[in-house]
T-cell receptor
Framework: KAGVTQTPRYLIKTRGQQVTLSCSPI?????VSWYQQTPGQGLQFLFEYFSETQRNKGNFPGRFSGRQFSNSRSEMNVSTLELGDSALYLC?????????????FGPGTRLTVL | QQQVKQSPQSLIVQKGGISIINCAYENTAFDYFPWYQQFPGKGPALLIAIRPDVSEKKEGRFTISFNKSAKQFSLHIMDSQPGDSATYFC???????????FGKGTSLLVTP
């Protein structure tokens, strides 16, 4: 079974631009979560989608948004990029909608904002 | 605020030694406590997880100890190997949320 895939793996953007990151979960998984990883703050929860519905959102500004498609693939968008948005963005999928089931992480997208 | 506090930030252990990483939480609604291992350039991978109805869980060289009254849990890596050198994250989830709340991570180096 293929793992969680994320594209692109690396991105360089400038302040003020917007970016879209993509995540394909493991086949059959319906829950997709997004996390931001930085050296200072560690791993922080962005949002979680299940069957195309956002069920939970972390403490991030409205510039961060996401969506999930009917095939469970998910995208996250960051508008008006700031230098502080530079981070590794990780996507995780699970078979059930409960975080108490194992979440499988992708390799992440490394975003650099200049 | 950080809902899960992890220590130490970094750890150096000799090959064959025991690595111990500790975590503490405040939210009594948490009922799932996983540990993740992350190598450079990779996403975190689940190592072992525990629920609060047991005080200890062992899988191979990895053991979680859980103290519900103290709201603490720890990871013990027995017979540590250089291949165990990685960053380890504890996490907690439960209640009404679906998010994993992570500790800030422990960078483990096992020397030959």
């Amino acid at each position: 079974k293929a793992g969680v895939t994320q594209t692109p793996r690396y991105l360089i953007k400038t302040r003020g631009q917007q970016v879209t990151l993509s995540c394909s979960p493991i086949s059959g998984h319906r829950s997709v979560s997004w996390y931001q990883q930085t050296p200072g703050q560690g791993l922080q929860f962005l949002f979680e989608y299940f069957s195309e519905t956002q069920r939970n959102k972390g403490n991030f500004p409205g510039r961060f948004s996401g969506r999930q498609f009917s095939n469970s693939r998910s995208e996250m968008n960051v508008s008006t990029l700031e230098l502080g948005d530079s981070a590794l963005y990780l996507c995780a999928s699970s078979s059930q909608g409960d975080s108490r089931n194992e979440q499988f992480f992708g390799p992440g997208t490394r975003l650099t904002v200049l | 605020q950080q809902q899960v506090k992890q220590s130490p930030q970094s750890l150096i252990v000799q090959k064959g030694g025991i690595s111990i990483i500790n975590c503490a939480y405040e939210n009594t609604a948490f009922d799932y406590f996983p540990w993740y291992q992350q190598f450079p350039g990779k996403g975190p991978a689940l190592l072992i997880a525990i629920r609060p109805d047991v005080s200890e869980k062992k899988e191979g060289r990895f053991t979680i100890s859980f103290n519900k009254s103290a709201k603490q849990f720890s990871l013990h890596i027995m017979d540590s190997q250089p291949g165990d050198s990685a960053t380890y994250f504890c996490a907690a989830s439960g209640g009404s949320g679906y998010a994993l709340n992570f500790g800030k991570g422990t960078s483990l180096l096992v020397t030959p």
